[in-house]
């Protein structure tokens, strides 16, 4: 749990580091302001993900029956909330920006918001299987997943700011919370966590029909 809460922040923050390292300070204000209103999203996730994680201690030492079903109905109601209102943001957010900031900024920033708001979107859906999986005592399995990603998502944020400015970086936050998703769902989709014994390896029967 340590690793994963001091490499976790360190990847939601360094491409705004890398932008004013290979491009400017200004440019960071273009990326920053779309960064913050898209993230604000993750509100719902995070707040969900706080009562899920007792619910799912819970369920997998009491009634392990119901951990499969409350999995997929978590699932879908981030889904239900979430993905409206990120399409909403990526479509209607550049208009936002231009009668808050003017169209000079607006038009600066036109291509971040739509990316960031697609990656806030599956980076919110991956709150569910992190809570699982953390719920079934093994921690371990997503700061492993951290220590794999970051110096990928280093090098890649790298890249793209500075072949594509903050369009890159946002596409490389937005790709790192892609894969961070895909691969916290197929943990909990392919580790059983019915399984009794704390050290033995978990996987999670119940998910496999999401």
Known sequence: MTVSNVVSPLMTYLDRFLIGAILSVGAVAYYV???EMATKLLLIPSALAGVLFP????????DRASAGALYRRSLAVVVFILLPLSLAMAAFGRL????????VFANNTCHVLPILSLGVFVNG????????????ARPDLTAKLHLVEAPVFL????YLTK????????LAWATRALVD??????????????VAPRLAV???SGARSS
Request: charged letters at 10%; proline letters at 7%; hydrophobic letters at 60%.
């Open 125 to 136: 859906l991956a709150g569910v299987p992190f809570a699982l999986i953390q719920a079934a």
């Open 33 to 35: 302001t779309p960064f």
């Open 202 to 204: 978990p996987t999670f």
């Open 155 to 158: 090098a890649a944020c790298w």
């Open 55 to 62: 619910a799912f201690s819970g369920a997998l030492v009491g």
């Open 163 to 170: 072949r594509f400015g903050i369009d890159g970086a946002a």
């Open 96 to 103: 936002g920006l231009k009668l808050w900031l003017g169209p």
């Open 181 to 194: 998703a895909v691969a916290l769902l197929l943990l909990a989709r392919q580790w059983d966590f019915n």
